[in-house]
T-cell receptor, first 114, second 116 residues
Framework: AQSVSQHNHHVILSEAASLELGCNYSYGGTVNLFWYVQYPGQHLQLLLKYFSGDPLVKGIKGFEAEFIKSKFSFNLRKPSVQWSDTAEYFCAVSYSSNTGKLIFGQGTTLQVKP | EAGVAQSPRYKIIEKRQSVAFWCNPISGHATLYWYQQILGQGPKLLIQFQNNGVVDDSQLPKDRFSAERLKGVDSTLKIQPAKLEDSAVYLC??????????????FGAGSRLTVL
């Protein structure tokens, strides 16, 4: 079955620390990959996406993610986190190129201590 | 542009009662989705509409859940009768036409349902 796995459920970091959140997906076909973020009290927002081309994609607020096809992974990174990055992060995969059916991971809660 | 509108934001009902949620997508977005997000889990697709036709409802519990999108714009999701396990946030999302834009979903704020 198609599935998405996020390695960390809860991450606690101090400000200025580096962040890497793991995401792996099943199935080896063509995929579109996404990271969504949900700040406290707000709705899900798109952080970044990968459709094709350069496997290193840059998103908003200094986030980036690298698609490694051989590892079925799409890890999210940020070199220096801020308190305002405290949020829940969801990795999502679309297994079809022209529909929006997304399979989400279970989410990672990031807490950044000031 | 205006975002995806949902109402109500919060609803508390007792089991076996019914509830309905409403969604107004971004203007011009042909595709509309309803996702269910249970606490501690990622969103799960319940139903996807393309204009006013159903594209995917394979994970919709059809014995109690129903959804419609009359005229290809607004949509309602109904639960009747509700069970305790239906407590969740119901997210509506919409996306643009075919191609890469079809995969970029914009989400509403969600409707939080508590079933007692």
């Amino acid at each position: 079955a198609q599935s998405v796995s996020q390695h960390n459920h809860h991450v606690i970091l101090s400000e200025a620390a580096s962040l890497e959140l793991g995401c792996n997906y099943s199935y080896g076909g063509t995929v579109n990959l996404f990271w969504y973020v949900q700040y406290p009290g707000q709705h899900l927002q798109l952080l970044l996406k990968y459709f094709s081309g350069d496997p290193l994609v840059k998103g908003i607020k200094g986030f980036e993610a690298e698609f490694i096809k051989s590892k079925f992974s799409f890890n999210l990174r940020k070199p220096s986190v801020q308190w305002s990055d405290t949020a829940e992060y969801f990795c999502a995969v679309s297994y079809s190129s022209n529909t929006g059916k997304l399979i989400f991971g279970q989410g990672t809660t990031l807490q950044v201590k000031p | 542009e205006a975002g995806v509108a949902q109402s109500p934001r919060y609803k508390i009902i007792e089991k076996r009662q019914s509830v309905a949620f409403w969604c107004n997508p971004i203007s011009g977005h042909a595709t509309l989705y309803w996702y269910q997000q249970i606490l501690g889990q990622g969103p799960k697709l319940l139903i996807q509409f393309q204009n006013n036709g159903v594209v995917d409802d394979s994970q919709l519990p059809k014995d109690r859940f129903s959804a419609e999108r009359l005229k290809g714009v607004d949509s309602t999701l109904k639960i009747q009768p509700a069970k305790l396990e239906d407590s969740a946030v119901y997210l509506c999302a919409s996306s643009g036409p075919r191609g890469p834009g079809a995969n970029v979903l914009t989400f509403g704020a969600g409707s939080r349902l508590t079933v007692l």
